[in-house]
């Protein structure tokens, strides 16, 4: 048995023994959860995800290299002709990245400062390729940059430190602005708002303040079922620490492998089960935030406050431009009792939006439920693995003839939603039954659950397809919006014209590839994540080009009455809209409080607004 799994096994057990002894309280719980550091694992330099993890290439074969998903090892036969089909293009290496640098530009050192913050962490590096990765998010026009751009001018952080514990951010907060140098917080590096990109104007020293460090859950309050989380913890090991005693946080972004609970406060994250256990500010009861001026955070742990505006909400979405969010209260629950997969297929997406719009009204959400427009409903079964088992084509037949004869379903229309029940075996067996009904009367059929679950796992797999993208000339992103549910449709279908109109109107080869899907439900409105792609090869000036299209499509989305972004966030990418979002004075607001808890711009990563007196930086558009 590996060590990692012999400890697990061990707190299990302590925490077990503990439990059958005697009725613990909450601060006598800590020294039962496993705080041991994670492992450190290679991510890559110039793309998503793990560097032992790929879609590759082999004589027009897809594979997906490494072990860690379910889809590992396994040709994905259908790949290759979708690519063909829909952008017409072969799918064969045309465009592969450049080597990684081996020059960087020089750092620069306010040695002041770096002797004043001596000793308050646990590890300092100017390493060149350590100050890139901190260097950037995974916004296309980013990650098109990291492979095909040789400026070796462009501005990165000048250093990487990584505390250790809370009383060594303030310290090294109040060293920054005692000698006027720059700190952009850095969790798990997903942003795709272009948020950590460095102001490429600054002449101050830059400090890429790491948190990864201080990931431990300090302590557990299982009366009150809360628990205080160090924000550098990531979303996987934050949900194996607490799986292992019985708990869970519940919250599931898509990026969960990398991002950190920190980050999910600083953005608003959302997550896949937020029908369940809600989004990331239901589920905080208080953070901490280290700024300039002092310590941000209330003063009570208590579910409701009616004493002013809520701190909390300064803290929610702050995108790093007030401090460093050191570490939270959240809410927890017991493990769920039941966990069950589903599917639905609907003839048209018409009908399963109408199907969503009740599972709303009703209030009968399952833990997850995502419906997927006909477009990417084809794009997921392209990845569906090689089987194979002799019956696997005769089932698959059935399967079809059952859809398209016998329900008379057109493929070319078919849309299908995923579904995961999770609660007490009560619950789930009620929400089953509402779904199933309310699916029925919008002409809806239960689907396999095997897809379902595979629907769902795609979710971790599924942003290492932009890197195979990139490889065969195309460019890829995806953006979300939430909506009114009377303009959810008319937003899909006017975005989705307004991507092709601009493409042609700025002559990009080919027809883009353009989907979306609905993946959250509230009462009044929908999440919805529109998906595209363009050929880049050949084209001039791509990554404006691509900004162009993008930003058309977020000026559409207003014009249907949307939002600039459900969950990930502003950063400089959207930065431009968010007048449109909250009005002038709420952001000459948000402006006040900036002046108020950082006079100096020492968080000066330009995210959600320009600083007065700091010069413009729209750099970050390439």
Known sequence: MERSSMERCATILQHLHHCAV?????????????????????VRWNGWGYADTEFALDNGLV??????????????????????????????????????????????????????????????????????????????????????DTDKDRRIPDVVVYPRKHKDVVKIVNAANTHNVVIIPYGGGTSVSSALIPPQLETRMIVSLDMHDMDKIKWIDSDNLVACIEAGIVGVELARKLEDIGYTLGHEPDS?????????????????????????????VKATMVTPAGVLEKSVQVPRISSGPDVNEIILGSEGIFGVITEAVVKLQPLPECKIFGALAFPNFESGVRFMRDVAYYRCQPASIRLVDPEQFRFGHALKPKNTGLLTPFFDAIKKAYVTKYHKFNLEELCAATLLFEGTKEVVDLQQKQIYRLAKKHGGIKADAESGKRGYQLTFMIAYIRDLAFQCGIMGESFETSVPWSKT??????????????????????????????????????????????????????????????????????????????????????????????????????????????????????????????????????
Request: aromatic letters at 10%; one cysteine or more.
């Open 22 to 42: 005697q009725n613990l309280q909450a601060a006598n719980c800590v020294n039962l959860i496993n705080n041991e550091p994670r492992i450190q694992e290679k």
């Open 63 to 148: 594979y997906l290299t490494g072990s860690r998903y379910q889809f590992s090892g396994y040709e994905l036969p259908h790949l290759s002709p979708f690519i063909q089909e829909i952008m017409g293009v072969d799918p064969v290496v045309t465009t592969p990245s450049r080597p990684a640098p081996t020059s960087f530009p020089d750092p620069v050192q306010n040695y002041d400062f770096l002797s004043e913050i001596d000793g308050c962490y646990n590890n300092i590096s100017f390493d060149g390729m350590d100050r890139l990765y901190h260097a950037h998010g995974h916004t296309a026009q980013e990650i098109y940059s990291l492979r095909y």
């Open 256 to 284: 969960m492998e990398f991002s950190t609970l920190g980050g999910w406060i600083a953005t608003r994250a959302s997550g896949m089960k937020k029908n369940t256990y809600g989004n990331i500010e239901q589920l905080l």
């Open 489 to 622: 449709l008319m937003t899909c279908r006017r975005v989705k014209e307004r991507i092709r109109q601009t493409a042609r109107e700025l002559k990009v080869p080919g027809v883009p590839f353009v989907s979306c899907r609905v993946t959250q439900t509230y009462d009044v409105g929908a999440c919805i994540y529109f998906y595209f792609g363009i050929q880049f090869e050949g084209l001039n000036d791509p990554i404006q080009k691509f900004y162009q299209i993008e930003n058309s499509a977020r000026e559409e989305i207003l014009s249907c009455g949307g939002s600039i972004s459900h969950h990930h966030g502003v950063g400089k990418h959207r930065k431009k809209f968010l007048g449109q979002m909250i009005g002038e004075e709420g952001v000459n607001i948000l402006k006040g409080v900036k002046s108020t808890v950082d006079p100096k711009n020492i968080f000066a990563n330009a995210n959600l607004f320009d600083v007065e007196g700091a010069e413009p930086d729209n750099h970050h558009l390439f």
